[in-house]
């Protein structure tokens, strides 16, 4: 056989360069997407009322004793009955009745399974990491449009995220303690960011509007924001003696108030509960309030990543209400120190407050240019936790992770149909 003519090699070269190109830019594109995942279905086993709370635990500042990444490596992998029980759940009204809901898990098997722990050498430990890398947003231009606007306050002194028109996602130990709810659960509330209104020349009665002073309706947000902080400062002060002039104002902007609504119903994990999951309790630290009305606020869904410290930037965002900022809110952006399937520690700067803070990524939609964000954990807060099951204790940042499992759950709680909940 003769050799082969420039002319026919030539186009063959250039075909496998481009496809080897292409094939790259997928990988790289894959690695900045959205994964598929197939959940399994989380179903209403049997419900039963059980006796009213007694609403007589207080707040804890911080959580101690907690089985961290290094002492669950050392568990037993839990069996599908335990998932079970510990995916069952309490139910507490707002008239104070209270409820226990028992689960099947159907479909855990198709569900392919989350990253392992991957460890990293260096962790750092403390609320705070030398320089606070904590943004104010006190600007309402920015604190009152979405991301930032998902982020409520929940009146037990936590924070919490919208992830839907009617639900809250928060942590559990905001609502229970282990072995009681709250003193405050009983006439919980959740606070929603609003912008202050300006009380126009033109307005009438209380509070009065002027003419072009009428309150806008929400706007999403570009999707390409590049930028989620801004450390905005000035707070508009009221009418009265002292005004400041025109100029001076014009230049500061209104510190938002909260519109508060109260809750419906509250859900909370059996795993979450002493004595229930043993070491794995950390992993339950959620629960979800239903409120009694929808705010007009846009809202940020669920998701589910294999791993944090794989991704491209490896960076995780979340917003809340830190203690020692009374009254604004307070955004961050860090990288992830470990994780495990169930938990996450990071290096986010945080107060107590800030609890209960739903941890969100941004990605891109498969098959679309669009990015967009999606809570993939909640913040458990600053915990003293046992890392060698020995009882010696390191203090570390701890996130719970949103796995399909607790997915399912969450989605069927907002839902109510676990067919709606099959596709993360």
């Known amino acids: 056989m003769g050799p082969i003519p420039l002319c026919v090699l030539l186009p063959v070269t250039v075909l496998a360069v481009v496809l080897a190109v292409a094939a790259e830019e997928n990988a790289v594109d894959d690695e900045y997407t959205w994964p598929q995942w197939k959940v399994p279905l989380v179903r209403q086993r049997l419900t039963v009322p059980l006796s009213s709370p007694h609403f007589s635990a207080h707040p804890q500042a911080q959580l101690s004793g907690t089985c961290g990444i290094e002492c669950q490596r050392r568990l037993p992998a839990s069996s599908l009955d335990d998932l079970e029980q510990f995916l069952s759940y309490e139910t507490v009204y707002e008239n104070g009745t209270r409820t226990f809901t028992s689960v099947s898990v159907q479909g855990l098997n198709e569900v392919a399974s989350l990253s392992q722990n991957v460890s990293s050498r260096s962790r750092q430990k403390r609320e705070v990491y030398g320089t606070d890398t904590r943004f104010t947003i006190s600007d309402k231009q920015f604190s009152t449009k979405y991301p930032f606007s998902t982020t409520v306050k929940i009146s037990t002194g936590c924070s919490g995220v919208l992830v839907s028109p009617k639900h809250v996602l928060t942590a559990a130990h905001c609502i229970h303690d282990g072995k009681d709810y709250l003193d405050g659960v009983q006439k919980l509330r959740v606070g929603i960011l609003k912008e202050k209104s300006r009380r126009g020349k033109g307005g009438k009665g209380r509070g009065g509007r002027g003419k072009g002073k009428r309150r806008k309706g929400d706007k999403d947000e570009e999707e390409a924001q590049e930028k989620e902080g801004d450390d905005g400062k000035g707070d508009r002060k009221g009418k009265g003696k002292g005004r400041k002039s025109r100029s001076r104002r014009s230049a500061e902007s209104g510190k938002p108030s909260f519109r508060w609504t109260g809750v419906k119903k509250t859900q909370v994990p059996k795993g979450w509960f002493k004595g229930v999951s043993e070491g794995l309790t950390a992993d339950y630290d959620y629960a979800v309030l239903e409120l009694k009305k929808a705010p007009k606020v846009k809202y940020m869904d669920l998701g589910v990543i294999p791993s944090v410290k794989k991704l491209p930037a490896g960076r995780i965002h979340f917003s809340g209400f830190d203690d020692d900022r009374p009254g604004n809110l307070v955004y961050r952006f860090c990288s992830v120190s470990d994780e495990s399937k169930d938990l996450l520690y990071q290096y986010c700067d945080a107060k107590p407050g800030s609890s209960g803070s739903g941890i969100y990524i941004r990605l891109k939609e498969p098959g679309k240019k669009k990015w967009t964000r999606k809570i993939i954990g909640?913040?458990?807060?600053?915990?003293w936790v046992d890392v060698n099951g020995n009882g010696m204790q390191q203090d570390y940042?701890?996130?719970?992770?949103?796995?399909?499992?607790?997915?399912?759950?969450?989605?069927?709680?907002?839902?109510?149909?676990?067919?709606?909940?099959?596709?993360?």
């Open 378 to 383: 909640v913040f458990s807060g600053h915990q």
């Open 397 to 424: 940042n701890v996130a719970v992770r949103i796995t399909p499992l607790k997915y399912a759950q969450i989605c069927y709680w907002i839902h109510g149909d676990s067919s709606l909940c099959k596709v993360a």
